[in-house]
């Protein structure tokens, strides 16, 4: 499974921007589906995951609230709905996918995921 994500660029506080993770082929309902991200000098993060055929979300204390994490079936697409960003947002955001259906406790793990999208950068400005 190859992953493409686009949809980053600038933005000012308080505004949403939707972040897009395209798949490569259909996503199965047993798919989890995560984003995580990377400010400069810092490692990356758990952002938002979702296990997809009933199962539940999850996200980081810092965007649950802000962030949606949600799927459109006929696209393969994986999408991240920000709002009100806030310039501590700013970072590189990656998704990744894996076959399996993980449980909540286990999707903010990085290594539980196999495959992975290049970045896109979000950029909030104060």
């Known amino acids: 499974v190859q992953l493409q994500a686009s949809g980053g660029g600038l933005v000012q506080a308080g505004n949403s921007l939707r972040l897009s993770c395209a798949a490569s082929?259909?996503?199965?309902?047993?798919?989890?589906s995560g984003w995580f991200r990377q400010a400069p000098g810092k490692e990356r993060e758990f952002v938002a995951a979702r296990r997809w055929g009933g199962g539940s979300a999850s996200y980081a204390a810092s965007v649950k609230g802000r962030f949606t994490i949600f799927r459109d079936n006929a696209k393969n697409t994986v999408f991240l709905q920000m709002d009100r960003l806030k310039p501590e947002d700013t970072a590189v955001y990656y998704c990744?996918?894996?076959?399996?259906?993980?449980?909540?406790?286990?999707?903010?793990?990085?290594?539980?995921?196999?495959?992975w999208g290049q970045g896109t950068l979000v950029t909030v400005s104060s």
């Open positions: 990744a996918a894996t076959q399996r259906g993980l449980i909540t406790s286990a999707q903010g793990d990085p290594r539980a995921y196999g495959y």
């Open positions: 082929e259909r996503t199965f309902s047993t798919y989890t």
